[in-house]
T-cell receptor, first 116, second 114 residues
Framework: GAVVSQHPSWVICKSGTSVKIECRSL??????MFWYRQFPKQSLMLMAT?????????EQGVEKDKFLINHASLTLSTLTVTSAHPEDSSFYIC????????????FGSGTRLTVV | DQQVKQNSPSLSVQEGRISILNCDYT??????FLWYKKYPAEGPTFLIS?????DKNEDGRFTVFLNKSAKHLSLHIVPSQPGDSAVYFC?????????????FGKGTRLSVIA
């Protein structure tokens, strides 16, 4: 089946530094990548949608200059949290979608970000 | 405005009994519904889905029912097992294209008691 590898699983960083999260589709081409964020006991909230080779589309209220998304190839998308602050601490999950519904919405294992 | 609602934050069921998790939606454009199981600090795991052209889909112990007129779906797990204890998310999408994301409910925490 379709697999999305997400790294790192968890990261602790200092305020003001940047953190990069990677998502790779291992056995299919991820035409579209969705990035979600989940706060404790809350739903998965969509942050942005990206297509390979195009600029990401951000949801209302998500700062595009703070959460940089790159989808340079059909197998790799990255989310960089720039100048991280404690309020950015959250669980970030990517979801890749390839062509055909059978590869719909394959999720990565998530990244727990803690900013201290 | 929540388009997908799971009004029960938690549910406790005895082992062997049926677990019924409910989900309501408001967007009539949704035509594909999915249930995911999630453990803390892990990504969601796909369980079962249903297209709006069906009213029932069954896969082993899991059955999803869809009532389009009521904009309601439910996930039945029978018999429930302790390993089923997790948070279950209902999600929906509209087949407008590959860029259409899933919209999630807030989840229901299921506890199956041995």
């Amino acid at each position: 089946g379709a697999v999305v590898s997400q790294h790192p699983s968890w990261v602790i960083c200092k305020s003001g530094t940047s953190v990069k999260i990677e998502c790779r589709s291992l056995d299919f081409q991820a035409t579209t990548m969705f990035w979600y964020r989940q706060f404790p006991k809350q739903s998965l909230m969509l942050m942005a949608t990206s297509n390979e080779g195009s600029k990401a589309t951000y949801e209302q209220g998500v700062e595009k200059d703070k959460f940089l998304i790159n989808h340079a190839s059909l197998t790799l998308s990255t989310l960089t949290v720039t100048s991280a602050h404690p309020e950015d601490s959250s669980f970030y999950i990517c979801s890749a979608r390839g062509t055909g519904r059978e590869y719909g919405y394959t999720f990565g294992s998530g990244t727990r970000l803690t900013v201290v | 405005d929540q388009q997908v609602k799971q009004n029960s934050p938690s549910l406790s069921v005895q082992e062997g009994r049926i677990s019924i998790l409910n989900c309501d939606y408001t967007n009539s454009m949704f035509d594909y519904f999915l249930w995911y199981k999630k453990y803390p600090a892990e990504g969601p795991t796909f369980l079962i889905s249903i297209s709006s052209i069906k009213d029932k889909n069954e896969d082993g112990r899991f059955t999803v029912f869809l009532n389009k007129s009521a904009k309601h779906l439910s996930l039945h797990i029978v018999p429930s097992q302790p390993g089923d204890s997790a948070v279950y998310f209902c999600a929906a999408s509209a087949q407008l294209g590959l860029n259409t994301p899933l919209v999630f409910g807030k989840g229901t925490r299921l506890s199956v008691i041995a």
